[in-house]
Protein backbone atom coordinates (compact mmCIF):
# COMPACT_ATOMS: atom_id res chain seq x y z
CA UNK A 1 0.00 0.00 0.00
CA UNK A 2 1.59 3.24 -0.80
CA UNK A 3 1.73 6.01 1.68
CA UNK A 4 -0.68 8.87 0.91
CA UNK A 5 -0.25 11.74 3.22
CA UNK A 6 -2.72 15.04 3.03
CA UNK A 7 -0.13 17.94 3.16
CA UNK A 8 -2.88 20.78 2.74
CA UNK A 9 -6.64 20.56 2.32
CA UNK A 10 -7.01 18.42 -1.18
CA UNK A 11 -3.55 18.38 -2.12
CA UNK A 12 -2.31 14.76 -1.69
CA UNK A 13 1.38 13.11 -2.13
CA UNK A 14 1.74 9.54 -2.95
CA UNK A 15 5.08 7.79 -2.01
CA UNK A 16 5.32 5.84 -5.38
CA UNK A 17 8.42 2.80 -5.03
CA UNK A 18 11.43 2.74 -7.23
CA UNK A 19 12.37 -0.39 -7.39
CA UNK A 20 16.17 -0.95 -7.46
CA UNK A 21 16.64 3.21 -7.23
CA UNK A 22 18.88 4.76 -4.76
CA UNK A 23 16.24 7.43 -4.76
CA UNK A 24 14.26 4.93 -3.21
CA UNK A 25 10.53 6.43 -4.22
CA UNK A 26 9.11 9.76 -6.05
CA UNK A 27 6.60 11.92 -4.41
CA UNK A 28 3.69 11.85 -7.14
CA UNK A 29 1.10 15.07 -6.17
CA UNK A 30 -2.10 15.48 -6.10
CA UNK A 31 -4.19 18.54 -6.22
CA UNK A 32 -7.78 17.40 -5.97
CA UNK A 33 -10.80 19.57 -7.01
CA UNK A 34 -14.33 18.92 -7.66
CA UNK A 35 -14.65 18.72 -11.19
CA UNK A 36 -10.86 18.47 -12.52
CA UNK A 37 -8.01 17.12 -10.63
CA UNK A 38 -3.96 18.01 -11.21
CA UNK A 39 -1.34 15.21 -11.15
CA UNK A 40 2.14 16.19 -10.90
CA UNK A 41 4.57 13.36 -11.90
CA UNK A 42 4.22 10.03 -12.52
CA UNK A 43 6.98 7.24 -11.83
CA UNK A 44 9.20 4.88 -13.72
CA UNK A 45 7.24 2.75 -16.47
CA UNK A 46 7.24 -0.16 -13.63
CA UNK A 47 5.20 -2.60 -12.50
CA UNK A 48 5.98 -2.11 -9.31
CA UNK A 49 5.44 1.85 -9.77
CA UNK A 50 2.25 1.36 -12.08
CA UNK A 51 0.55 -0.53 -8.84
CA UNK A 52 1.33 2.15 -6.42
CA UNK A 53 0.44 4.68 -8.28
CA UNK A 54 -3.22 3.21 -9.24
CA UNK A 55 -4.07 2.15 -6.00
CA UNK A 56 -3.41 5.34 -4.23
CA UNK A 57 -5.64 7.59 -7.10
CA UNK A 58 -8.05 4.81 -6.40
CA UNK A 59 -7.85 5.67 -2.39
CA UNK A 60 -8.36 9.09 -3.51
CA UNK A 61 -11.01 8.25 -5.76
CA UNK A 62 -9.14 10.43 -8.71
CA UNK A 63 -10.91 9.76 -12.43
CA UNK A 64 -7.97 10.17 -14.65
CA UNK A 65 -9.89 10.66 -17.47
CA UNK A 66 -11.23 14.05 -15.44
CA UNK A 67 -7.41 14.88 -14.67
CA UNK A 68 -4.49 16.57 -16.47
CA UNK A 69 -0.59 15.40 -15.68
CA UNK A 70 1.94 18.03 -15.26
CA UNK A 71 5.57 16.64 -15.12
CA UNK A 72 8.39 18.84 -14.05
CA UNK A 73 10.69 17.21 -16.32
CA UNK A 74 11.66 14.76 -18.78
CA UNK A 75 13.64 12.14 -16.97
CA UNK A 76 11.94 8.55 -17.19
CA UNK A 77 11.32 8.32 -12.98
CA UNK A 78 8.74 11.59 -13.57
CA UNK A 79 7.41 10.89 -17.44
CA UNK A 80 7.64 7.27 -16.96
CA UNK A 81 3.67 6.12 -16.17
CA UNK A 82 2.04 9.27 -17.84
CA UNK A 83 0.86 7.86 -20.72
CA UNK A 84 0.00 4.56 -18.86
CA UNK A 85 -2.44 6.84 -16.25
CA UNK A 86 -3.72 9.53 -18.88
CA UNK A 87 -6.91 8.32 -20.21
CA UNK A 88 -9.16 10.00 -22.85
CA UNK A 89 -9.69 13.45 -21.55
CA UNK A 90 -6.45 14.20 -19.95
CA UNK A 91 -3.43 16.17 -21.18
CA UNK A 92 -0.24 15.69 -19.94
CA UNK A 93 1.65 19.17 -19.52
CA UNK A 94 5.98 19.26 -20.48
CA UNK A 95 7.81 22.34 -20.70
CA UNK A 96 8.51 23.40 -23.94
CA UNK A 97 12.01 22.90 -24.21
CA UNK A 98 12.05 19.38 -22.42
CA UNK A 99 9.20 18.38 -25.12
CA UNK A 100 11.53 19.54 -27.78
CA UNK A 101 14.31 17.23 -26.06
CA UNK A 102 12.10 14.95 -25.63
CA UNK A 103 11.02 14.51 -29.45
CA UNK A 104 14.56 14.75 -30.83
CA UNK A 105 15.36 11.89 -28.51
CA UNK A 106 16.18 8.79 -31.13
CA UNK A 107 17.58 6.20 -28.56
CA UNK A 108 21.11 5.62 -26.52
CA UNK A 109 23.19 5.11 -29.86
CA UNK A 110 23.30 8.29 -30.74
CA UNK A 111 24.35 8.82 -27.30
CA UNK A 112 27.27 6.58 -26.96
CA UNK A 113 29.73 7.93 -29.16
CA UNK A 114 30.14 10.99 -27.07
CA UNK A 115 29.95 9.11 -23.72
CA UNK A 116 33.37 6.97 -25.57
CA UNK A 117 34.63 10.29 -25.98
CA UNK A 118 34.64 11.03 -22.88
CA UNK A 119 36.36 7.89 -21.14
CA UNK A 120 33.05 5.92 -20.14
CA UNK A 121 33.67 2.38 -21.18
CA UNK A 122 30.69 1.65 -23.68
CA UNK A 123 30.44 -1.59 -23.63
CA UNK A 124 29.48 -2.01 -19.93
CA UNK A 125 27.63 0.98 -20.52
CA UNK A 126 25.20 -0.96 -23.50
CA UNK A 127 25.24 -3.61 -20.97
CA UNK A 128 23.56 -1.83 -18.19
CA UNK A 129 21.53 -0.25 -20.40
CA UNK A 130 20.15 -3.18 -21.71
CA UNK A 131 19.19 -4.62 -17.68
CA UNK A 132 19.07 -1.14 -15.66
CA UNK A 133 15.83 0.58 -15.84
CA UNK A 134 16.84 4.08 -14.21
CA UNK A 135 18.58 4.13 -18.06
CA UNK A 136 15.27 3.04 -19.89
CA UNK A 137 13.40 5.01 -22.17
CA UNK A 138 11.21 3.39 -24.58
CA UNK A 139 9.58 5.76 -26.88
CA UNK A 140 6.35 3.18 -26.94
CA UNK A 141 5.97 4.44 -23.40
CA UNK A 142 6.56 8.38 -24.06
CA UNK A 143 2.73 10.02 -24.07
CA UNK A 144 2.17 13.24 -26.39
CA UNK A 145 2.54 16.12 -24.60
CA UNK A 146 1.14 19.75 -24.26
CA UNK A 147 3.73 21.92 -24.19
CA UNK A 148 3.59 24.96 -21.09
CA UNK A 149 5.52 28.21 -20.91
CA UNK A 150 6.68 29.47 -17.78
CA UNK A 151 3.48 32.12 -16.29
CA UNK A 152 0.78 29.33 -17.31
CA UNK A 153 -1.51 29.03 -14.25
CA UNK A 154 -3.51 25.67 -13.54
CA UNK A 155 -5.88 26.43 -11.25
CA UNK A 156 -7.71 23.42 -9.04
CA UNK A 157 -9.82 23.83 -6.20
CA UNK A 158 -8.79 26.64 -4.49
CA UNK A 159 -5.05 26.63 -5.66
CA UNK A 160 -3.74 28.11 -8.83
CA UNK A 161 -0.53 26.77 -9.63
CA UNK A 162 2.10 29.01 -11.40
CA UNK A 163 4.72 27.34 -13.87
CA UNK A 164 7.93 28.53 -13.23
CA UNK A 165 10.98 27.70 -15.37
CA UNK A 166 13.83 26.34 -13.67
CA UNK A 167 16.06 24.68 -16.22
CA UNK A 168 19.80 22.95 -15.18
CA UNK A 169 18.39 19.48 -13.98
CA UNK A 170 17.06 19.38 -17.49
CA UNK A 171 16.78 21.84 -19.86
CA UNK A 172 13.14 22.44 -19.59
CA UNK A 173 12.81 21.90 -15.75
CA UNK A 174 9.45 23.51 -14.30
CA UNK A 175 8.79 24.08 -11.13
CA UNK A 176 4.58 24.61 -9.83
CA UNK A 177 4.41 27.51 -7.38
CA UNK A 178 1.23 28.18 -5.50
CA UNK A 179 1.78 31.88 -4.13
CA UNK A 180 -1.12 32.23 -2.03
CA UNK A 181 -0.34 29.15 -0.08
CA UNK A 182 3.13 29.66 -0.93
CA UNK A 183 4.06 26.51 -1.62
CA UNK A 184 6.40 25.62 -4.49
CA UNK A 185 6.12 22.03 -5.99
CA UNK A 186 9.91 21.50 -6.72
CA UNK A 187 10.69 18.44 -8.86
CA UNK A 188 14.23 17.57 -9.04
CA UNK A 189 15.25 21.51 -8.80
CA UNK A 190 15.63 21.87 -4.90
CA UNK A 191 16.06 18.18 -2.52
CA UNK A 192 16.15 19.01 0.40
CA UNK A 193 18.43 15.53 1.68
CA UNK A 194 20.47 14.99 -1.68
CA UNK A 195 21.61 17.14 -4.66
CA UNK A 196 19.94 17.11 -7.45
CA UNK A 197 21.97 15.58 -10.74
CA UNK A 198 23.25 17.96 -12.71
CA UNK A 199 24.52 16.56 -15.73
CA UNK A 200 26.27 17.94 -18.93
CA UNK A 201 25.71 15.31 -21.56
CA UNK A 202 23.30 17.20 -23.67
CA UNK A 203 25.48 19.51 -26.40
CA UNK A 204 25.13 23.10 -26.56
CA UNK A 205 24.35 23.78 -22.71
CA UNK A 206 25.96 24.91 -19.83
CA UNK A 207 23.52 23.17 -17.25
CA UNK A 208 25.38 24.43 -14.23
CA UNK A 209 25.13 28.01 -14.90
CA UNK A 210 21.60 27.64 -15.88
CA UNK A 211 21.09 25.49 -12.21
CA UNK A 212 22.58 28.43 -10.51
CA UNK A 213 20.40 31.26 -11.62
CA UNK A 214 17.67 28.98 -11.64
CA UNK A 215 18.47 28.49 -7.90
CA UNK A 216 18.83 32.31 -7.60
CA UNK A 217 15.31 32.26 -8.63
CA UNK A 218 13.71 30.34 -6.48
CA UNK A 219 15.59 31.77 -3.43
CA UNK A 220 13.81 34.98 -4.74
CA UNK A 221 10.44 33.45 -4.19
CA UNK A 222 7.93 33.76 -1.13
CA UNK A 223 8.17 29.96 0.30
CA UNK A 224 6.69 28.27 3.64
CA UNK A 225 6.71 24.63 2.32
CA UNK A 226 8.76 23.21 -0.48
CA UNK A 227 7.25 19.61 -2.02
CA UNK A 228 10.65 18.25 -3.72
CA UNK A 229 9.99 15.08 -6.37
CA UNK A 230 11.86 12.66 -4.02
CA UNK A 231 12.69 12.51 0.04
CA UNK A 232 10.92 14.70 2.54
CA UNK A 233 9.32 17.93 2.66
CA UNK A 234 11.13 20.87 4.06
CA UNK A 235 10.83 24.31 4.42
CA UNK A 236 13.42 27.48 4.71
CA UNK A 237 14.08 26.83 0.88
CA UNK A 238 16.07 29.63 0.96
CA UNK A 239 18.89 27.75 3.31
CA UNK A 240 18.48 24.52 1.25
CA UNK A 241 19.68 26.56 -1.50
CA UNK A 242 21.87 28.53 -0.42
CA UNK A 243 23.56 24.92 1.44
CA UNK A 244 23.28 23.56 -2.50
CA UNK A 245 25.13 26.70 -3.96
CA UNK A 246 27.98 26.03 -1.19
CA UNK A 247 28.28 22.34 -2.53
CA UNK A 248 28.70 23.34 -6.59
CA UNK A 249 31.26 26.21 -5.24
CA UNK A 250 33.07 23.58 -3.35
CA UNK A 251 32.86 21.05 -6.03
CA UNK A 252 33.95 23.44 -8.74
CA UNK A 253 37.41 24.34 -6.35
CA UNK A 254 37.83 20.28 -6.00
CA UNK A 255 38.02 19.97 -10.20
CA UNK A 256 40.21 23.18 -10.39
CA UNK A 257 42.42 21.14 -7.77
CA UNK A 258 42.35 17.54 -9.83
CA UNK A 259 43.18 19.19 -12.93
CA UNK A 260 46.04 20.70 -11.58
CA UNK A 261 49.45 19.67 -13.09
CA UNK A 262 47.25 16.66 -15.08
CA UNK A 263 44.91 16.33 -17.80
CA UNK A 264 42.00 14.15 -17.18
CA UNK A 265 38.69 12.94 -19.32
CA UNK A 266 35.68 13.33 -17.70
CA UNK A 267 35.59 9.55 -16.41
CA UNK A 268 38.87 10.28 -15.50
CA UNK A 269 37.99 12.87 -13.11
CA UNK A 270 35.08 11.39 -11.55
CA UNK A 271 36.66 8.80 -10.44
CA UNK A 272 39.19 11.30 -8.54
CA UNK A 273 35.66 13.25 -7.25
CA UNK A 274 34.23 13.07 -3.78
CA UNK A 275 30.77 11.42 -3.54
CA UNK A 276 27.96 10.66 -0.69
CA UNK A 277 27.93 6.88 -2.47
CA UNK A 278 29.49 3.98 -0.59
CA UNK A 279 32.88 1.92 -1.60
CA UNK A 280 35.27 2.49 -4.12
CA UNK A 281 34.71 3.51 -7.46
CA UNK A 282 35.51 0.38 -9.16
CA UNK A 283 32.60 -0.92 -7.32
CA UNK A 284 30.11 1.39 -8.04
CA UNK A 285 27.03 0.31 -10.52
CA UNK A 286 28.09 1.71 -14.24
CA UNK A 287 24.53 3.69 -13.98
CA UNK A 288 25.93 5.25 -11.14
CA UNK A 289 29.12 6.08 -13.26
CA UNK A 290 27.11 7.60 -15.94
CA UNK A 291 25.19 10.30 -13.64
CA UNK A 292 28.62 11.35 -12.27
CA UNK A 293 30.44 11.62 -15.16
CA UNK A 294 27.59 13.47 -16.26
CA UNK A 295 27.78 15.59 -13.20
CA UNK A 296 31.76 16.33 -13.70
CA UNK A 297 31.09 17.52 -17.46
CA UNK A 298 29.02 20.10 -16.12
CA UNK A 299 31.45 21.62 -13.65
CA UNK A 300 33.86 21.10 -16.78
CA UNK A 301 31.66 23.03 -18.94
CA UNK A 302 31.05 25.85 -16.33
CA UNK A 303 34.68 26.02 -15.74
CA UNK A 304 35.37 25.98 -19.13
CA UNK A 305 33.12 29.02 -19.97
CA UNK A 306 34.71 31.30 -17.02
CA UNK A 307 38.18 30.67 -18.84
CA UNK A 308 39.54 28.07 -16.11
CA UNK A 309 39.45 25.04 -18.15
CA UNK A 310 40.74 24.01 -21.54
CA UNK A 311 39.20 21.06 -23.51
CA UNK A 312 41.54 19.14 -25.91
CA UNK A 313 39.28 16.74 -28.61
CA UNK A 314 41.65 14.29 -29.81
CA UNK A 315 40.27 10.56 -29.71
CA UNK A 316 39.17 11.10 -25.95
CA UNK A 317 38.16 14.50 -25.03
CA UNK A 318 40.25 15.63 -21.93
CA UNK A 319 40.21 18.63 -19.71
CA UNK A 320 43.20 20.61 -18.22
CA UNK A 321 43.30 23.87 -16.08
CA UNK A 322 43.93 26.70 -18.17
CA UNK A 323 47.53 29.02 -17.64
CA UNK A 324 47.18 31.99 -15.86
CA UNK A 325 47.18 34.73 -18.66
CA UNK A 326 46.81 31.95 -21.03
Known amino acids: MPAIEEVLPELFRIEVPLPENP ?46 FFVTHLHADHIGLAKAFARPGATVFLSRLDAVWLDAWTGWE ?16 RAEIASNPSLAWEQEWLPEVSPVDEGR ?11 VETPGHTPGHMCLYERKARVLLSGDHVLGDISPNITGWLPGRNPLKEYLASLDKASNLEVDLVLPGHRRLFRDH ?5 ELGRHHRTRLDEVLSLLTGRSLTAFELASRMTWDLKGSWASWPVAQKW ?15 EGAVTRDEGDRIVFSRSTPGG
Open 238 to 242: RARIA
Open 153 to 163: VFAVGAYRFEC
Open 110 to 125: TVLPLAEAHGVPVPEL
Open 23 to 68: LRSINVYVARGAERSLIVDTGMNRAECQAALGEGLGDLGIDTGCAD
Open 291 to 305: FATGEAIAHLVYLEG
